[in-house]
């Protein structure tokens, strides 16, 4: 999409590995600064200075929990501190806990699967997204996953989460628009450092029920992204998009 982007400002959490570090990379080659969130701030820092050297664009990396309120708040603040404006946020900070059965997830699991992936895409969706709705544009991405429609056994809170999410996704469309466009992206099984530890039968059968009968790599989000980053999709809010090899 050449300079798509240029001038714009994107936040990405949970940006500084996997699909989050992939799409950060993509908003910058298309002429976006980028504010790189996630836990880890030596990893932020470490791609938002590759991404200045690459691209030449600006990068703030800041470190943030999603799950904590006040850490939302403050990312938020720091955006809008350092470049003015935010034109694309991307939730896509999200993670999961094993849990031997359902009556042995605890609380404190139970709590941090929502806040990680529910909770702080709520916050900061809402206080980004009452500034862009203000400013009169922009677009929030969510990146959900096939487990909000097909919950597995051993990820049930998670699925719980990204269904959440989704309903949330909705619900902001009607809330922001018709400034703030708001789409989710919704995951199949990706090659990410996650799927390092999924075993060589998990990984066949995940092949076997995708009709590209592939995992995805970490690059084929970026199409989507860009799609819903840019005025590409300007007649698309509410939406999600399968992004899963054809799943069944």
């Not at 003015?84 to 031997?100: E, F, I, K, T």
């Not at 005025?231 to 698309?236: L, N």
Request: proline share 3%; glycine share 10%.
């Amino acid at each position: 999409m050449g300079e798509a982007l240029s001038g714009k400002v994107v936040v990405v959490t949970g940006g500084s590995r996997g699909l989050g570090r992939e799409m950060v990379l993509a908003f910058a080659a298309t002429g976006a600064d980028v504010v790189i969130a996630s836990r880890k701030i030596d990893s932020c820092d470490e791609l938002a200075t590759e991404v200045r050297e690459k691209y030449g664009v600006r990068a703030l990396a800041v470190a943030c929990n999603v799950g904590v309120w006040e850490q939302c708040d403050a990312l938020a603040d720091a955006a809008y501190a350092e470049f003015g404006r935010v034109d694309v946020l991307v939730n896509n900070a999200g993670m999961s806990l094993l849990y031997p059965s359902l009556d042995q997830v605890t609380e404190a699991m139970f709590d941090k699967i929502i806040a990680t992936n529910l909770k702080g895409a709520f916050r900061l969706s809402a206080v980004i997204g009452a500034r862009m709705a203000q400013a009169g544009s922009g677009s929030i991405i969510n990146i959900s996953s096939m487990e909000a429609t097909h919950p597995e056994p051993l990820a049930v809170p998670y699925a719980a989460a990204k269904a959440g999410l989704e309903t949330l996704a909705n619900g902001l469309a009607h809330t922001y628009g018709p400034a703030v466009r708001v789409n989710t992206i919704r995951c199949g099984p990706f090659d990410t450092d996650i799927a390092k530890a999924w075993p060589q039968q998990m990984r066949d059968y995940m092949i076997e029920h995708t009709a590209l009968r592939r995992i995805g790599q970490p690059a084929d989000i970026v199409g989507a992204a860009l799609f819903f980053a840019s005025d590409a999709s300007a007649y698309c809010t509410g939406s999600v998009l399968n992004l899963d090899g054809g799943w069944r």
